[in-house]
């Protein structure tokens, strides 16, 4: 069965410091990994997502993404963050239907002014 | 493009009430939607995938004669929570994708309190 590890509860940064979020996965086929933020309250929006090719994953908002086969992961990262990046991040990992999308226990970001 | 929404946002309800919550997707047709629930401060845990026309695939331990899930058209679904009790308050957020795409597009959430 698939699933999605992200090991850090809580990153507190500085604004204007670099971010990498990390994430780790189990999936017995080609995996589709995204990320998602959430604000408080409010829904996920999708920050990026690797299907195939390019391992580098361009996402709005600054975000990249590294998919990294031999190490299962797929962190995510940002040169430099602002204090409206605060909000917690899931990673997600799915098939091509995505009727089997599981998330990570999610990454609360806090960022110091 | 490719907007989903919930309706309500919020939601208070008495102990033993039933409450319903819709999900539509506003600019394209869902062939598939999913209900997630969220504890606070936990990840999204999937409760059910429904697809139109069809009975709802319900994850193990989650009680679909309590969580009653419908999808009557390629736009909207709903869920609604039977015989509400404390328990059961919690975020609730869908998704829908269109065709055979992997990407789920996010509702915002429901909000329900159980009192």
């Known amino acids: 069965a698939q699933s999605v590890t992200q090991p850090d509860i809580h990153i507190t940064v500085s604004e204007g410091a670099s971010l990498e979020l990390r994430c780790n996965y189990s999936?017995?086929?080609?995996?589709?990994l995204f990320w998602y933020v959430q604000s408080p309250g409010q829904g996920l929006q999708l920050l990026l997502k690797?299907?195939?090719?390019?391992?580098l994953v361009q996402g709005i908002k600054g975000f990249e993404a590294e998919f990294k086969r031999s190490q299962s992961s797929f962190n995510l990262r940002k040169p430099s963050v602002h204090w409206s990046d605060a909000a917690e991040y899931f990673c997600?990992?799915?098939?091509?239907?995505?009727?089997?999308?599981?998330f990570g226990a999610g990454t609360r970001l806090t960022v110091k002014p | 493009g490719a907007v989903v929404s919930q309706h309500p946002s919020r939601v208070i309800c008495k102990s033993g009430t039933s409450v319903k919550i819709e999900c539509r997707s506003l600019?394209?047709?869902?062939?598939?939607m999913f209900w997630y629930r969220q504890f606070p401060k936990q990840s999204l845990m999937l409760m059910a995938t429904?697809?139109?026309?069809?009975?709802?695939?319900?994850e193990q331990g989650v009680e679909k004669d309590k969580f009653l899930i419908n999808h009557a058209s390629l736009t909207l679904s709903t869920l609604t929570v039977t015989s509400a009790h404390p328990e059961d308050s919690s975020f609730y957020i869908c998704?829908?994708?269109?065709?055979?795409?992997?990407?789920?597009?996010f509702g915002p959430g429901t909000r329900l309190t159980v009192t």
């Open positions: 998704s829908a994708i269109a065709g055979g795409l992997a990407e789920q597009y």
């Open positions: 999936y017995g086929a080609t995996p589709y």
């Open positions: 690797y299907f195939s090719g390019d391992t």
């Open positions: 997600a990992v799915g098939s091509y239907n995505n009727n089997d999308m599981r």
């Open positions: 600019d394209f047709q869902a062939t598939t």
């Open positions: 429904s697809n139109e026309g069809s009975k709802a695939t319900y």
